[in-house]
Structure formats: C-alpha cells, structure tokens
C-alpha cells in the first residue's frame, strides 16, 4: 500500500454497503459503540489526553469520537480522495490535522508523542511486513502507558485470506492475497482474517500487553430480531446512541455481552475483534 497513488477499491462504499446490508446496520453500529464505550470506561473521566491518531481514517467517521477523549487527533490515510472527504467534513476544526501517508512509516510524528492510536479494518488488508512496521512505528509514537484500539477481522481457526467477487468471497493462498494488496490498483480488496492465537503473540513480541478483548459484530443468526433502523446522534460520536432509552438497544448489548462471557462461542458467533493495546 506504498504506491502514491493508491485508492481504496471500495471508493463509493458498494461492496462495504453490500456487505453490511446483508446484516442489520444499525446492530452492527451499536455493537461498535459498544467497544468505544468500553474504552471510555477504561480511560475513566480524567482529562482528556493530548493526542490521539486515526491510522487509516477512510471518510473521518470515528473522529468525533476520538474528539471526546483527546484535545487533539491527527488523522491519516493513503486514500488521498477519501482523506479530501474528512478533511472537508472537518475543516473547521482546529483540532484536527490531517496527513497523507505512503506506507507505514510516521516518520513526521516525534518518538513517544501520541497517547491513543485508532487502528481501524486496516490490518487485514495489508501485507505482513507492512503490519509489522506499523506496530513497530505505533510503539515508537506512543508514550509509555499509550494505547492502541485495534478493530480487525479473525478466523474460527487458522489464518484465512480471501477476497470478494460478484458470486461472493473465495479463499486465496497467502502469495495470492500479498500480490494483490501489493498490485498498483486492486479491484477486489483482498481481507486477511487472523488466526487470534498467534496475532496475540505476535502483539506481544511487538511490546503490547492486551488489556481486553471484545468480539463484535454477531452473525445475525445469533444476534436479536430488532426495528432499529435510525438513531439521533447529532455529535457523530458512536457512544452516544448507547444512552438512548430504546429497548432493543439494551437487547442487543445484553446480547453482545453474553456471547463475550465464553470466548470459544464468541470466536464463532463474532465475524471482528477489538483489542486495547497498552504500550509496555
């Protein structure tokens, strides 16, 4: 994903929409909101923190909430038309900064500067030396202490790639998915699902400690029946949609939490995973 001019495939949303029209939308979006939520609560109601980072911001959606911990977020993506986008849905805002990048490197960002990394569906669809870089250029960033949420997708069992066509996802070999994130312009986005055992390790030996773990994103075979289609949330930020009085909201969350008490079930019944990384 080095090439200055990359672009997401996915750049009007369509396989993204389509994929997520194939579940309930806003489920899934409550089921997030929970997972920011939890990182509320383990950041507690101190002061906000310096600096957070949007590592493959996309259109900026998780800004808002990454505004209501931290005085300051710089948010960064190698899509320069989607960067465009955020940018103009936040240029007025003097808090929030953006910055175009080729690769993993964060080369402008000072040694031990940043207290919160955002790392977003990013990792599955790059190829492993890059995703080692990247942790090791978050470990650089952040201050002692500092911290990484890390949405991706995982696999029941052993590490999987697979990439999407108009009959529907297919399994590929590991070269195949590594020379098609590398092609100058996919056409399908390739998607690496981690086998979690040897990604926590991994992790590890990176210099992270996993604080939490949450499965989300139920399959809809094991999630509620609810109405839920539209929310109020005039601040943008997720968590907000969590406080309203609604009950299939306390359906689905009570769901969610129940699948996460056993995590052989939660690995088969949640299609992602978020992990809170701290820096050691």
């Not at 509620?224 to 929310?231: F, N, Q």
Request: charged letters at 30%; a negative charge.
């Amino acid at each position: 994903m080095s090439q200055s001019n990359y672009f997401y495939p996915d750049r009007d949303e369509g396989l993204t929409s389509k994929l997520i029209q194939e579940y309930d939308d806003m489920r899934w979006t409550l089921e997030e909101a929970y997972v920011l939520k939890s990182v509320k609560e383990t950041l507690g109601e101190k002061e906000k923190l310096g600096l957070s980072m949007d590592v493959g911001t996309g259109l900026g959606r998780l800004i808002p909430f990454l505004l209501s911990i931290s005085k300051k977020v710089i948010a960064l993506d190698a899509d320069l038309w989607r960067l465009k986008k955020a940018m103009e849905a936040f240029d007025s805002n003097p808090n929030v900064f953006f910055m175009w990048t080729q690769g993993s490197r964060l080369d402008p960002i000072p040694p031990q500067t940043v207290d919160f990394i955002n790392y977003s569906h990013v990792a599955q669809h790059v190829t492993h030396p890059e995703f080692i870089e990247t942790l090791g250029e978050f470990h650089r960033v952040l201050k002692r202490g500092g911290r990484v949420l890390f949405l991706t997708t995982h696999s029941e069992g052993k590490e999987k790639f697979l990439v999407s066509t108009e009959e529907g996802a297919i399994e590929i070999t590991r070269d195949e998915y590594e020379e098609l994130t590398l092609s100058p312009q996919p056409k399908r986005l390739p998607v690496r699902k981690f086998d979690l055992d040897s990604l926590e390790n991994l992790l590890r030996e990176c210099g992270f400690e996993i604080e939490w773990k949450i499965y989300y994103h139920i399959r809809p075979e094991f999630a509620p029946i609810v109405e839920l289609r539209e929310l109020k949330n005039p601040s943008g930020d997720p968590t907000k949609l969590l406080e309203t009085p609604e009950k299939g909201v306390e359906d689905i969350i009570r769901n969610l939490e129940s699948i996460n008490a056993d995590e052989r079930e939660a690995r088969k019944k949640a299609l992602d995973v978020a992990l809170l990384l701290r820096k050691g």
